[in-house]
């Protein structure tokens, strides 16, 4: 194939001249890596249990009653006033800070609903993610109907759209069937949260309280201080 030095085109080999901008094309020149290097790269994050810690809503919803998994399970948890209770997940931050402050673009893909936008921007914002909105709004919401098929559609559409305009080296989502959808376009970086891919599991509780077998023991010996031996026995009086 010979490649146009002008708009970067593929041509026959045989092609004098370019089949799309119409200017010269000479028979044998080096390929431009210019198709390769000009793409800023993009990062694009899931919001709900891969970034955010949901179980503030969860509560709440087990709270009315509402059975998991339902309609009304989901109706309930994307309320606006409910988004706003959302937690980061440990190290997701200054995960998403680190690689905007590389030259990643960063987006949000999620299947929250459509009118939930504006909510989810202010939590992101209040949380300290960063949002890129440079030429378009990068945060993709849903706006059919919550089944997994048509939001495994939502997310290849979106996908598809941004790999026109950006390298996308990495795609985070706890859900198996979006990530095998983006494993399909060929990105090179798909994980199912940031801490798989850092290597870091962040704790999400305190840990259980016991003893080990040396502080039994000693139950009252602070931690950290040194092991006093018993004083020697002091000897007994010889009878007469």
């Not at 299947?111 to 945060?139: C, M, W, Y």
């Not at 706890?174 to 060929?186: G, H, I, N, V």
Request: aromatic fraction near 8%.
């Amino acid at each position: 194939m010979n490649e146009c030095p002008h708009c970067n085109t593929r041509n026959p080999p045989q092609a004098v001249t370019c089949r799309v901008c119409n200017l010269d094309v000479p028979r044998t020149n080096a390929p431009s890596l210019l198709h390769t290097t000009n793409r800023p790269k993009m990062a694009v994050f899931d919001l709900d249990k891969t970034i955010f810690d949901l179980s503030r809503r969860e509560r709440a919803a087990r709270r009315q009653g509402l059975k998991e998994g339902g309609n009304k399970w989901y109706e309930f948890l994307n309320q606006n006033k409910y988004i706003l209770m959302d937690t980061p997940i440990p190290g997701t931050v200054s995960f998403v800070k680190q690689l905007s402050d590389s030259g990643f673009t960063i987006a949000y893909l999620s299947g929250r609903p459509r009118h939930s936008l504006a909510a989810t921007k202010q939590s992101l914002q209040e949380n300290g993610f960063p949002i890129d909105a440079a030429e378009q709004d990068l945060v993709f919401l849903h706006s059919g109907k919550g089944s997994i098929k048509n939001i495994t559609n939502h997310k290849l559409t979106v996908l598809t759209h941004l790999k026109n305009s950006f390298d996308i080296d990495f795609f985070f989502d706890d859900t198996p069937e979006f990530r095998q959808a983006a494993k399909s376009l060929f990105i090179p970086g798909v994980y199912s949260s940031v801490a798989s891919y850092t290597g870091k599991e962040e704790r999400t509780s305190a840990p259980k309280k016991g003893r080990s077998k040396k502080a039994k023991k000693n139950p009252s010996l602070p931690l950290g201080s040194e092991v006093k031996l018993n004083p020697p026995p002091m000897p007994r009086k010889k009878r007469d």
